[in-house]
T-cell receptor, first 114, second 111 residues
Framework: AAGVIQSPRHLIKEKRETATLKCYPI?????VYWYQQGPGQDPQFLIS???????DKGSIPDRFSAQQFSDYHSELNMSSLELGDSALYFC?????????????FGPGTRLTVT | TQLLEQSPQFLSIQEGENLTVYCNSS?????LQWYRQEPGEGPVLLVT?????EVKKLKRLTFQFGDARKDSSLHITAAQPGDTGLYLC???????????FGKGTRLHILP
């Protein structure tokens, strides 16, 4: 079965530009999580969606927004990009309220802000 | 604030040695996952433990969930260079169903 798909894999933007990252979860998974991981850091939880509704919010800046669409894919919109936004952005999907809470991560999008 | 504390933060050992990584919390978890992440890639799920006292083996890796479901350990026997990576534990709290991640243990196995 196909895993979580993220696009693009690499993205270079300039300061103050906007970026949109996309995530396609594993088939039948209804929950999506977004994480940001800086160099040498552990993944930091940004936001999650269950059945197209926001289910939890972490350290997501106000300049970022996200949503989950009817086909369960999700997009992370990032505006007024700053140099500090350069990081790996991971999306993970799961079967939501399944008892095990196992998350399956995508390969990530490497965002470089110059 | 619920925390999952992992120790050690960094570990560098010789190939063939054994090691144990710990994941501790004051919170009770309905389940706990262990992930391994290699540089530039997404974390990969290794195992889920659900029952207090549960032990699961994955080749040379042994995972244990504490009796009270507040802690877990990962033991690697005869470590190999391919075991190098960032090991993350994550738990779903029984209190609010939210998943929290530990800060990870960076493991480096020297050939």
């Amino acid at each position: 079965a196909a895993g979580v798909i993220q696009s693009p894999r690499h993205l270079i933007k300039e300061k103050r530009e906007t970026a949109t990252l996309k995530c396609y979860p594993i088939s039948r998974h209804d929950t999506v999580y977004w994480y940001q991981q800086g160099p040498g850091q552990d993944p930091q939880f940004l936001i999650s969606f269950y059945e197209k509704m926001q289910s939890d919010k972490g350290s997501i800046p106000d300049r970022f927004s996200a949503q989950q669409f009817s086909d369960y894919h999700s997009e992370l919109n990032m505006s007024s990009l700053e140099l500090g936004d350069s990081a790996l952005y991971f999306c993970a999907s799961s079967l939501g309220l399944a008892y095990s809470y196992e998350q399956y991560f995508g390969p990530g999008t490497r965002l470089t802000v110059t | 604030t619920q925390l999952l504390e992992q120790s050690p933060q960094f570990l560098s050992i010789q190939e063939g040695e054994n090691l144990t990584v710990y994941c501790n919390s004051s919170s009770v978890f309905s389940s706990l996952q262990w992930y391994r992440q290699e540089p530039g890639e997404g974390p990969v799920l290794l195992v889920t433990v659900v029952t207090g006292g549960e032990v699961k083996k994955l080749k040379r890796l042994t995972f244990q969930f504490g009796d009270a479901r507040k802690d877990s350990s990962l033991h690697i026997t005869a470590a190999q260079p391919g075991d190098t990576g960032l090991y993350l534990c994550a738990g779903a709290s029984v209190r609010d169903d939210k998943i929290i991640f530990g800060k990870g243990t960076r493991l480096h196995i020297l050939p």
